[in-house]
């Protein structure tokens, strides 16, 4: 399957870079998650009267929202932009990799631990007297002549970021002291984003067209500033550079992307649910096999936007496709059944 632009995931460490340069550095630079902003700059303002490290942070939340960059904004509001330290749940296997960190952390600094439900359980629990009490217990070599040695942490906050919040155990979520849930943007916010962004990579964008590229985006400004760099490509090479609304259509229908936001793979995925199955419910295995695709793609990549925007719903039965979803793919939706009025009457003398 080819990449697709209005994936959430992160294209890489190009993309990462061209981005870096639009995102937020200050919360007065932030735009949306305003209770999140609000109840952070509450935290931190009340950390710095007292002179101490803020309490640990975790942020939870799909892909593409902005976690990674609030973790740099945290550290730019309390002083240690310089100071974070940036690692990943897959890249520590062993305590021993976690070791040097930890012990070469100053007072106030800040560890980053991105998709940290991917700790290994070992590390995990390494961490937990090194979170609450501020120490560690290190194994200087194995077997009969192993020694135990406590070494004494300097007060850190550490700051995780996982876009799965049910994967991370109950001991490991109970040690953090802020913990705050991160939503999709609504177009508003993002057509502000998107004006900010063109006006970084000096885009002459339309309003209008802003507003447009904002109501594709599925709720997320990753998604937005690709598909603004995107369509700037496009203006550039099949029009005047400026970026119009007409530019936008033209622009995102050759990445087949609809008025909703949806591309090729959501609708084969609705299709499939309504053509084969009848609209459901269908089990999520069946449904891919359908398709062609993997479970884990389908339950990622492509159905959190569809139960988000109402196309699909979830029940014990399995997925089943809404009025709205066979509107939108130019189909009459089924007429409503009728109750079980037999069910219902025996359901009556039920104890």
């Not at 630079?29 to 803020?54: C, D, F, H, T, Y």
């Not at 942490?153 to 155990?169: H, I, Q």
């Not at 259509?249 to 992307?257: D, M, N």
Request: glycine share 10%; charged share 30%.
């Amino acid at each position: 399957m080819r990449d697709r632009i209005i994936s959430n995931e992160s294209g890489g460490p190009p993309e990462e870079r061209t981005n870096w340069a639009l995102r937020p550095t200050r919360f007065d630079e932030w735009v949306g998650q305003g209770a999140v902003v609000e109840q952070l700059s509450i935290a931190i303002g009340a950390a710095m009267r007292r002179k101490e490290p803020l309490e640990h942070v975790l942020l939870d939340g799909p892909p593409g929202l902005g976690k990674t960059t609030l973790a740099h904004v945290i550290a730019e509001e309390m002083g240690v932009a310089d100071r974070i330290r940036i690692t990943s749940g897959p890249a520590i296997v062993k305590p021993g990799e976690l070791m040097s960190t930890l012990t070469n952390l100053n007072e106030g600094d800040i560890l980053f631990v991105d998709e940290i439900h991917r700790l290994n359980k070992v590390v995990e629990e390494f961490l937990y007297p090194a979170m609450e009490d501020f120490r560690v217990d290190f194994t200087i070599d194995g077997g009969v002549g192993g020694r135990t040695v406590n070494f004494r942490l300097k007060r850190f906050t550490l700051v995780g970021a996982t876009t799965r919040a049910g994967m991370l155990s109950a001991a490991m979520r109970d040690r953090f002291g802020l913990r705050y849930h991160l939503d999709f943007y609504d177009a508003e916010d993002l057509t502000e984003i998107l004006a900010r962004s063109a006006k970084r990579l000096e885009i002459d964008a339309e309003g209008d067209a802003t507003a447009m590229i904002a109501e594709r985006s599925r709720g997320t400004p990753r998604v937005a500033n690709r598909l603004l760099k995107r369509i700037r490509d496009y203006a550039q090479v099949k029009g005047s550079g400026r970026i119009t609304t007409a530019v936008v259509e033209k622009a995102l229908k050759i990445e087949e992307i609809d008025g909703a936001g949806l591309d090729r793979l959501d609708r084969a995925y609705l299709t499939a649910l309504i053509e084969t199955y009848h609209g459901g419910p269908a089990g999520i295995e069946a449904v891919a096999a359908t398709m062609g695709q993997s479970r884990d793609t389908l339950e990622d990549m492509v159905e959190p936007f569809l139960l988000q925007r109402s196309f699909i719903t979830r029940t014990r039965q399995g997925r089943c496709a809404t009025p709205k979803a066979y509107t939108h793919l130019g189909l009459k939706p089924p007429a409503p059944k009728a109750p079980d009025r037999d069910a219902d009457d025996a359901g009556l003398f039920d104890e």
